[in-house]
């Protein structure tokens, strides 16, 4: 046999080494995303809705938080939709008309036949002084006697000026006052009290200013702790007869003065008017008759919008918002919300979860996303009006920050710009669900400090 040859043992070949695993450098972190969730996990904001947004200069988003696309109420802040918008469509030049009217204007003996109109043009900075001057222009023009009677012409605006989702608690109060199509030194009043003897008693009203003469007050306030500040609240409707005062008012403190909202403008703007003409000698005749085409005898022209907005926008004025939000709608014949909506629209930007109630912001009701606010002053910084529109924002002593703050209970909101080694960052900053005691002003100053680093 032949010999058999033996196969030689298999020998497993080696594998070749595994190649070394390399994990994925990790994409670097946003500064700004890990700002935001360091700050907000602050145990003050527990339980807070907190919407954050920043912009570069060109518009483009760098950051935003989970519900920085979710509708919030932005309280004041909202004025910088009236007022850029205002900007737009009414132009810097616009200056609010307040006019004097007659039939067939002033005869040489001085009189004018049927009624003198004293119509508005829903000037919130009307003051009483204006309407003197407006009374000398008409002596100086040799009025003497006016046959009929003097009538407010307040229909440049709606009939009803609040409202209906401004709360029953701020439409008494000085800021909460209506706008109306004639108003008269901001529409606010002051209320003075002296306190009683010690802490309980009731305070002693010492009236107001304006004197109201029909206007009848039901007045309970008592007298609250050494340094308790105004504790009164205000609550009146439009055209109301009868004011509530309810309240308390600091021990010790005589002649402490209250600021409420005057409860018809228009009505006041009357009297005030009526009693500068009377002084200068002129009569009224108080005879009916037949309505005729009038003329215009006088006219008061408000100061320019720019001046208007600057300050708006400094005190945060809600009659000067909502004045210019109305007028904004009455010159397209249109709902004012919806004017104003497509303005911004035209401008590029593309609203979500939009719910516009007002121009000033007073309404709990209107809600817009941080996203939405941030890039309606990114549109109005690149307007043909941009530098004056950023000229009006409210601005910290250093420059860095040129901003607009709203606040109401629960409520804070700032939106703007951060100005950081020559460059522009928009950003808008909403919280919602606040604690009554959280310092949010001093709080947010850390998370704004992070853009731009």
Same mark, same amino acid.
């Given at each position: 046999?032949?010999?058999?040859?033996?196969?030689?043992?298999?020998?497993?070949?080696?594998?070749?080494?595994?190649?070394?695993?390399?994990?994925?450098?990790?994409?670097?972190?946003?500064?700004?995303?890990?700002?935001?969730?360091?700050?907000?996990?602050?145990?003050?904001?527990?339980?807070?809705?907190?919407?954050?947004?920043?912009?570069?200069?060109?518009?483009?988003?760098?950051?935003?938080?989970?519900?920085?696309?979710?509708?919030?109420?932005?309280?004041?802040?909202?004025?910088?939709?009236?007022?850029?918008?205002?900007?737009?469509?009414?132009?810097?030049?616009?200056?609010?008309?307040?006019?004097?009217?007659?039939?067939?204007?002033?005869?040489?003996?001085?009189?004018?036949?049927?009624?003198?109109?004293?119509?508005?043009?829903?000037?919130?900075?009307?003051?009483?002084?204006?309407?003197?001057?407006?009374?000398?222009?008409?002596?100086?023009?040799?009025?003497?006697?006016?046959?009929?009677?003097?009538?407010?012409?307040?229909?440049?605006?709606?009939?009803?000026?609040?409202?209906?989702?401004?709360?029953?608690?701020?439409?008494?109060?000085?800021?909460?006052?209506?706008?109306?199509?004639?108003?008269?030194?901001?529409?606010?009043?002051?209320?003075?009290?002296?306190?009683?003897?010690?802490?309980?008693?009731?305070?002693?009203?010492?009236?107001?200013?304006?004197?109201?003469?029909?206007?009848?007050?039901?007045?309970?306030?008592?007298?609250?702790?050494?340094?308790?500040?105004?504790?009164?609240?205000?609550?009146?409707?439009?055209?109301?007869?009868?004011?509530?005062?309810?309240?308390?008012?600091?021990?010790?403190?005589?002649?402490?003065?209250?600021?409420?909202?005057?409860?018809?403008?228009?009505?006041?703007?009357?009297?005030?008017?009526?009693?500068?003409?009377?002084?200068?000698?002129?009569?009224?005749?108080?005879?009916?008759?037949?309505?005729?085409?009038? #003329?215009? =005898? !006088?006219?008061?022209?408000? &100061?320019? @919008?720019?001046?208007?907005?600057?300050?708006?926008? *400094?005190? %945060?004025?809600?009659?000067?918002?909502?004045?210019?939000?109305?007028?904004?709608?009455?010159?397209?014949?249109?709902?004012?919300?919806?004017?104003?909506?497509?303005?911004?629209?035209?401008?590029?930007?593309?609203?979500?979860?939009?719910?516009?109630?007002?121009?000033?912001?007073?309404?709990?009701?209107?809600?817009?996303?941080? #996203?939405? =606010? !941030?890039?309606?002053?990114? &549109?109005? @910084?690149?307007?043909?009006?941009?530098?004056?529109? *950023?000229? %009006?924002?409210?601005?910290?002593?250093?420059?860095?920050?040129?901003?607009?703050?709203?606040?109401?209970?629960?409520?804070?909101?700032?939106?703007?710009?951060?100005?950081?080694?020559?460059?522009?960052?928009?950003?808008?900053?909403?919280?919602?669900?606040?604690?009554?005691?959280?310092?949010?002003?001093?709080?947010?100053?850390?998370?704004?400090?992070?853009?731009?680093?």
């Amino acid at each position: 046999m032949p010999p058999v040859e033996e196969t030689p043992p298999l020998v497993a070949e080696a594998e070749p080494p595994a190649p070394e695993k390399v994990e994925p450098t990790p994409p670097p972190a946003n500064p700004l995303e890990q700002a935001f969730k360091d700050w907000s996990s602050a145990p003050e904001l527990a339980g807070a809705l907190i919407g954050y947004c920043v912009f570069d200069g060109e518009g483009k988003l760098l950051y935003g938080s989970p519900l920085a696309e979710t509708a919030l109420c932005p309280a004041s802040a909202l004025k910088t939709v009236t007022a850029g918008a205002a900007f737009g469509l009414l132009g810097p030049d616009f200056r609010f008309r307040t006019e004097v009217l007659a039939a067939g204007g002033i005869s040489p003996a001085g009189t004018t036949t049927g009624d003198l109109v004293l119509k508005g043009g829903g000037d919130p900075t009307l003051s009483a002084e204006d309407l003197d001057v407006l009374a000398a222009q008409l002596a100086e023009k040799g009025l003497k006697r006016v046959e009929g009677s003097l009538k407010s012409d307040a229909s440049v605006f709606p009939a009803e000026p609040v409202n209906e989702h401004w709360n029953w608690g701020d439409i008494g109060n000085a800021y909460g006052t209506g706008a109306y199509g004639l108003n008269v030194d901001h529409n606010v009043m002051s209320l003075w009290f002296d306190p009683g003897v010690k802490e309980g008693e009731p305070a002693k009203f010492g009236g107001s200013i304006p004197a109201l003469g029909k206007t009848r007050w039901d007045v309970r306030v008592a007298t609250g702790p050494v340094g308790s500040g105004d504790g009164v609240s205000i609550f009146s409707s439009p055209y109301a007869e009868v004011v509530q005062v309810r309240g308390t008012v600091p021990l010790g403190e005589k002649g402490f003065t209250v600021r409420g909202s005057v409860p018809n403008p228009p009505k006041l703007a009357e009297e005030i008017f009526r009693a500068a003409l009377v002084k200068r000698g002129v009569t009224f005749g108080g005879r009916p008759h037949a309505v005729e085409e009038t #003329v215009p =005898l !006088a006219a008061h022209l408000s &100061a320019p @919008l720019p001046e208007i907005i600057d300050h708006m926008q *400094l005190v %945060s004025d809600n009659l000067e918002a909502q004045s210019l939000f109305l007028t904004m709608g009455r010159r397209a014949d249109a709902p004012a919300a919806q004017v104003v909506k497509e303005y911004w629209e035209k401008a590029g930007v593309r609203f979500t979860g939009l719910r516009l109630i007002d121009g000033s912001g007073l309404a709990r009701a209107t809600m817009i996303t941080p #996203v939405d =606010l !941030a890039r309606v002053n990114i &549109a109005a @910084l690149k307007g043909p009006d941009g530098a004056r529109y *950023l000229q %009006s924002l409210p601005g910290s002593s250093d420059g860095t920050l040129k901003a607009k703050r709203g606040a109401m209970s629960g409520v804070k909101t700032e939106v703007g710009f951060i100005i950081r080694d020559g460059k522009t960052y928009p950003f808008a900053l909403m919280a919602n669900g606040l604690g009554a005691n959280v310092d949010f002003w001093k709080l947010r100053m850390s998370l704004l400090e992070s853009i731009g680093q």
